[in-house]
């Protein structure tokens, strides 16, 4: 059987994303960190920011601060699984396993998305996270995903001498309970 001239079709897809699966099985610590990690960033960065500031003024609105970190810890969701991308690719390349999938019959595109196919899976999974820690939290004002990318609006707050705009001046060191 002639491999080169076979086209695999959408079995190539699958076979890369089986052979994705199996390194995924081996290196669970991978699942493990990417699903912590945008749980760790949003319940001390994010929640922690936004009990001592309160709202940022952003573009000339208010806005709750755990709106505007959610965009940022999705997009490190989204930089963490497209380093984890380039990642199996360089190991592929490395080994000298990347040419054998390719002389074998396996098609360029379908190999791209064959190990594009779990990161993103992942990426869902860390959304589904931060959505369902948001949503638990007390206190939080965000609890739906179209508040991470639209604007709050808010009445008029003073500025502190440095010009920035708080919420509640007074309280800005104080902790607050939950």
């Not at 601060?65 to 989204?78: K, P, R, T, V, Y």
């Not at 791209?112 to 939080?140: E, R, Y």
Request: charge should be positive.
């Amino acid at each position: 059987m002639n491999f080169k001239k076979e086209s695999f079709g959408l079995s190539s897809f699958v076979i890369v994303v089986e052979t994705e699966l199996n390194a995924l099985k081996s290196n669970k610590h991978i699942i493990y960190s990417s699903l912590l990690t945008p749980i760790l960033y949003y319940v001390f960065y994010a929640i922690g920011i936004q009990s001592t500031f309160g709202d940022i003024y952003f573009h000339g609105q208010y806005m709750s601060f755990l709106s505007f970190a959610f965009a940022g810890i999705l997009i490190m969701c989204l930089f963490q699984q497209m380093n984890q991308s380039v990642y199996r690719l360089v190991i592929d390349k490395r080994w000298n396993i990347l040419p054998i999938k390719l002389e074998s019959g396996i098609n360029p595109e379908c190999y791209v998305l064959g190990i594009s196919t779990l990161p993103f899976v992942v990426t869902l999974l860390q959304l589904i996270n931060v959505l369902s820690m948001s949503k638990n939290v007390p206190s939080t004002r965000f609890c739906r995903l179209e508040g991470a990318f639209r604007f709050g609006t808010g009445k008029q707050r003073r500025k502190d001498k440095n010009g920035l705009f708080l919420r509640n001046p007074p309280e800005l060191f104080r902790s607050r309970s939950c």
